[in-house]
């Protein structure tokens, strides 16, 4: 079972920067290479949405809500994933998931969630 667990999350004003990262403890490097990494968030009353993901060779595809605020990387070797936010606005504030999922759709998983609220 794979297992993600997020970290990074809290509160911070309006303007702020946040990064958060993700890491599978439990999963075998050459495995992780299979994997696209993505970010998603939930807020209240809301679905979950797409943030931004990243393949293996670091091709990455961003929200609209994301693009030139929020920069996704990864490091393989470590089996990480990491989200840079920059001018954080109060619409931000979510639960912020780590999600992996396999390049042919067979497998997915998600992370706990890690909390972000942003106040304005």
């Known amino acids: 079972q794979v297992q993600l667990v997020e970290s990074g999350g809290g509160l911070v004003q309006a303007g702020g920067s946040l990064r958060l990262s993700c890491r599978a403890p439990?999963?075998?490097?050459?495995?992780?290479?299979?994997?696209?990494m993505g970010w998603y968030r939930q807020a209240p009353g809301k679905q979950r949405e797409l943030v931004a993901e990243?393949?293996?060779?670091?091709?990455?595809n961003y929200a609209d809500s994301a693009k030139g605020r929020f920069i996704i990387s990864r490091d393989n070797s470590r089996k990480t994933v990491g989200l840079n936010m920059n001018n954080l606005i109060p619409e931000d504030s979510a639960v912020y998931y780590c999600?992996?999922?396999?390049?042919?759709?067979?497998?997915?998983?998600w992370g706990e969630g890690t909390q972000v609220t942003v106040s304005s």
């Open positions: 439990r999963m075998i490097t050459s495995t992780f290479w299979g994997y696209i």
């Open positions: 999600n992996a999922r396999s390049s042919g759709g067979q497998s997915n998983y």
């Open positions: 990243i393949t293996s060779d670091h091709t990455t």
